[in-house]
Every structure is written in structure tokens, then in C-alpha cells.
């Protein structure tokens, strides 16, 4: 079924924290899923951080009121998104740095309503991986990136 004429495309994605509380959709392109092993996503997420991801001005916020952000002390260009109310992991994005950086923000893939459409293409950091993690042999990798 096509598009009426002066209707506005829906969204590409959309998803949740656990409890529904925080809600939004992505009107543009999404990115494929990273799996970020670093030591920082194995802490925020409890094992590793799947993300896909969109420009910013993409993402509409459809109900954010318990949404908070998490700065980290020891590397305060960044933030990391979740609900006050269920704890849930949401986003990740860069606050001071280079333009395209800050133009993009990162998507925890769990969060993405099925069919999410967007499949895992990348495992980063690697080298940081949990030592009772085996990394699928299947997907590419990088090691401290």
C-alpha cells in the first residue's frame, strides 16, 4: 500500500526501554549493528554494547521523560543514555568532538522494534572482548578500535 499524497513517511525504526517509558523513532538511514567490547560498554550494557545507530537530528523522541544521561568522569566527551525508571540501556553518543561525531548517535540494538531490518556487520574493540565471550567467527573485527 503506497503513500497518500502530503503524508509524511513513517519511521525507518523505532523502539523502547524495557518498560516503555522512553520511546523514540529514526526518520532516515540506520546503521548496521557494532558489537563495542571495550571495557566501558561490557560495563554499561553487562556483556557487550550491539548498536546500530543514525545521524541525530534522525531520532524523534517520542516519549523521553525518564530518559537520563550518564557522564563518565574519566572521559566526560561522552554520554550514555537510559531510563530512570526500568535502568535500561538506550544510547551513546559523543558530546565534544569532531563534527561528525557529534552529528551521529549510537542505538542499543535491543532496544529496536522487530523486524528491526539491520544485522550485525562489526566487532569492535575486540581485544578488550570478556574472556568468557567467544567471538563469532563470522562477523569482521577490529582490536582497540
Known amino acids: 500500500m503506497g503513500e497518500s499524497a502530503g503524508t509524511a513517511p513513517g519511521p525507518e525504526a ?4 524495557l518498560c ?11 546503521r548496521q549493528v557494532w558489537n563495542c567490547h571495550c571495557w566501558r560498554c561490557r560495563r ?19 516519549s523521553d521523560a525518564t530518559l537520563a544521561w550518564h557522564h563518565p568522569a574519566d572521559d566526560p566527551n561522552v554520554a550514555y543514555g ?5 535502568g535500561g540501556s538506550l ?17 542499543c540494538a535491543g532496544t529496536l522494534d522487530m523486524p528491526s531490518g539491520v ?27
Request: hydrophobic share 40%; proline share 4%.
Open 14 to 17: 523505532s523502539g523502547h526501554c
Open 20 to 30: 516503555g517509558a522512553v520511546s523514540y523513532e529514526v526518520h532516515g538511514p540506520i
Open 44 to 62: 554499561w550494557t553487562g556483556h557487550f554494547m550491539a548498536a546500530s545507530g543514525c545521524n541525530r537530528a534522525d531520532l524523534r523522541y517520542v
Open 82 to 86: 537510559f531510563c530512570r525508571e526500568c
Open 91 to 107: 544510547f551513546w553518543k559523543v558530546i565534544e568532538g569532531s563534527a561528525e561525531q557529534m552529528a551521529n548517535i549510537a542505538i
Open 119 to 145: 544485522h550485525t556487520e562489526l566487532a569492535i574493540f575486540v581485544d578488550d572482548a570478556a574472556d568468557y565471550h567467544t567471538l563469532d567467527p563470522s562477523v569482521p573485527t577490529r582490536g582497540g578500535e
